[in-house]
């Protein structure tokens, strides 16, 4: 049988049988078919021998960590596969033994008085409003960064939610994550809470079968790079020199609520992050936060 043949058996299985995300399918098939493109195109399995495997992976290093590991995970289950489907194949990159050590990179993290400037921006933005559209545009811009960075949400996950979802008697939101996880955070404060009713007061029905809380003005649903955009706008607007995107509310949620010592496997939980390793970043994105606790806290200062 041919790489490619048996490619797409995989992937027919992967998306009739496995029904995984077509995202997921989307990046196996491309990671599948750049590592079938040094063979000839009527590659046979016999020739996914051990040389050409780690011929293979040297190729990689051009690429960034989390893109090395993506492509050596699906090209790893593409053969884990084929070695279930056919007796005489082996998955020989099990023997390979591959190490890769994640680079440590810290993310970009707004700081309380630069949060301030973005929100208080929103504020003037909406009393200097004139016409129906543009309040529109305007109260539902604040709905959506209040709620990015009063729950710490993907960007993906905010373009998701229903009406169903958002629950402001209760001031609870269900969110839908990765891997299809559910999980409840809820909207406490005044200051989240009030521009998510002003947003439902004004919003239109929407005509995404789906019915998405957040839509355009002419009722469609709203889309992430529409989010993308209204951030940079708000970053140059407010002289932000940091690239600031819609996930680095996500990174200062949980930085400032770290900064407040609240309990990490609660901000865990709120993030929906399914190891707490993911979360223990936050533990090092502020060096001047480390300067004050040594500086007030060491014991050295005591003796």
């Given at each position: 049988m041919t790489i490619a043949t048996a490619s797409e058996e995989f992937l027919r299985h992967c998306r009739f049988e496995r029904k995984l995300d077509e995202k997921?399918?989307?990046?196996?098939?491309?990671?599948?078919?750049?590592?079938?493109?040094?063979?000839?195109?009527?590659?046979?399995?016999?020739?996914?021998?051990?040389?050409?495997?780690?011929?293979?992976?040297?190729?990689?290093?051009?690429?960034?960590?989390?893109?090395?590991?993506?492509?050596?995970?699906s090209v790893n289950a593409l053969m884990n596969y084929l070695e279930g489907e056919f007796e005489e194949f082996n998955n020989?990159?099990?023997?390979?033994?591959?190490?890769?050590?994640?680079?440590?990179?810290?993310?970009?993290?707004?700081?309380?008085?630069?949060?301030?400037?973005?929100?208080?921006?929103?504020?003037?933005?909406?009393?200097?409003?004139?016409?129906?559209?543009?309040?529109?545009?305007?109260?539902?811009?604040?709905?959506?960064?209040?709620?990015?960075?009063?729950?710490?949400?993907?960007?993906?996950?905010?373009?998701?939610?229903?009406?169903?979802?958002?629950?402001?008697?209760?001031?609870?939101?269900?969110?839908?994550?990765k891997g299809n996880k559910e999980r409840i955070v809820d909207i406490c404060l005044p200051a989240i809470l009030n521009p998510l009713r002003q947003w439902i007061k004004l919003r239109k029905s929407s005509e995404d079968p789906m019915d998405a809380f957040f839509t355009s003005h002419i009722g469609r649903k709203l889309g992430p790079q529409t989010i993308r955009a209204l951030v940079r706008q708000l970053t140059r607007e407010c002289k932000i020199e940091k690239h600031v995107t819609p996930h680095t509310f996500r990174h200062t949620f949980a930085t400032l609520l770290l900064e407040e010592n609240v309990d990490i496997s609660y901000i865990q939980h709120i993030l929906g992050h399914s190891s707490i390793s993911t979360t223990q970043i936050y533990l090092h994105v502020n060096p001047f936060r480390q300067r004050e606790i040594l500086m007030n806290h060491h014991p050295r200062s005591r003796m």
């Open positions: 997921t399918i989307k990046a196996y098939r491309f990671d599948i078919r750049q590592f079938a493109e040094e063979l000839t195109a009527n590659a046979q399995l016999c020739d996914v021998t051990r040389d050409y495997l780690k011929k293979w992976i040297e190729s990689l290093s051009k690429y960034r960590y989390k893109t090395i590991k993506r492509k050596i995970a020989l990159l099990r023997s390979l033994h591959i190490r890769l050590k994640p680079p440590v990179r810290l993310p970009v993290v707004m700081t309380k008085d630069e949060m301030q400037r973005i929100v208080g921006r929103l504020d003037k933005v909406i009393t200097a409003t004139e016409s129906d559209r543009q309040k529109f545009l305007n109260v539902r811009n604040k709905a959506v960064i209040e709620l990015l960075f009063g729950s710490g949400m993907r960007i993906g996950e905010l373009c998701g939610l229903r009406n169903k979802d958002v629950d402001l008697q209760l001031g609870q939101v269900r969110i839908i994550g």
